[in-house]
């Protein structure tokens, strides 16, 4: 099994919409989450970390449910320039330096 | 904020030829950094941590003696693909976490490496 496992995707959104994407991870000891984006053939870029009791910034808001052992991320209203692959990344525990596990990505396309 | 730059941006090799990436952290000292390999709409794949002044840690499958990893500074880590092949063609990444940061510091990523072998 996957230490993280995410939607596949792809999603196609019109401008405006709200999508939410969905992420599992397989370490119940897991300490750290974080959504990253990356853009095609870039590296990843932190877009936010996630947080026991949900945390929000400007139209992202991400949610973690550690009995479930499963992140989310929802973007309101979606811009063009929120087209990119969406990575769920989780770091095991005692791993402050250490390894992040990605999930496979999610590619999201707004359309206008 | 950190900033971890990679060297070079894209390469274009011959087979059997072998190719080196630096992987450098601007403004902070890493004694730990993560090389990885992407394929075309596949995840990051981690190969190997690399460790300041000890070998390096490789994952299940991946060869030592082709992916030679030396981190001989606490700013430096450099990933030599040896001998490249055809199917060494992928983008390579590195990344590193400022060790003042904690449990939730951000992960930052060079800006990775495209190898096309030919």
């Known amino acids: 099994r996957k230490e993280v496992e995410q939607d596949p995707g792809p999603f196609n959104v019109p401008e405006g919409a709200t999508v939410a994407f969905n992420c599992t991870y397989s370490?119940?000891?897991?300490?750290?989450f974080f959504w990253y984006r990356q853009d095609c053939r870039k590296e990843p870029k932190l877009l936010m970390s996630v947080y026991s009791s949900g945390n929000e910034d400007g139209r992202f808001t991400a949610q973690l449910n550690r009995a479930s052992q499963y992140i989310s991320l929802l973007i309101r209203d979606s811009k063009l320039s929120d087209s990119a692959t969406y990575l769920c990344v989780v770091t095991p525990e005692g791993s402050t330096l250490g390894r992040l596990y990605f999930g496979r990505g999610t590619q999201l396309t707004v359309w206008p | 904020g950190a900033v971890v730059s990679q060297h070079p941006s894209w390469v274009i090799c011959k087979s059997g030829t072998s190719v080196k990436i630096e992987c450098r952290s601007l403004?902070?000292?890493?004694?730990?950094m993560f090389w990885y390999r992407q394929f075309p709409k596949q995840s990051l794949m981690l190969m190997a941590t690399?460790?300041?002044?000890?070998?390096?840690?490789?994952e299940q499958g991946v060869e030592k003696d082709k992916f030679l990893i030396n981190h001989a500074s606490l700013t430096l880590s450099t990933l030599t693909v040896t001998s490249a092949h055809p199917e060494d063609s992928s983008f390579y990444i590195c990344?590193?976490?400022?060790?003042?940061?904690?449990?939730?510091?951000?992960?930052?990523f060079g800006q990775g490496t495209r190898l096309t072998v030919v």
């Open positions: 990344s590193a976490r400022d060790p003042q940061g904690g449990m939730n510091t951000e992960a930052f």
């Open positions: 370490n119940s000891a897991s300490q750290s």
């Open positions: 690399s460790n300041e002044g000890s070998k390096a840690t490789y």
């Open positions: 403004d902070f000292q890493a004694t730990t």
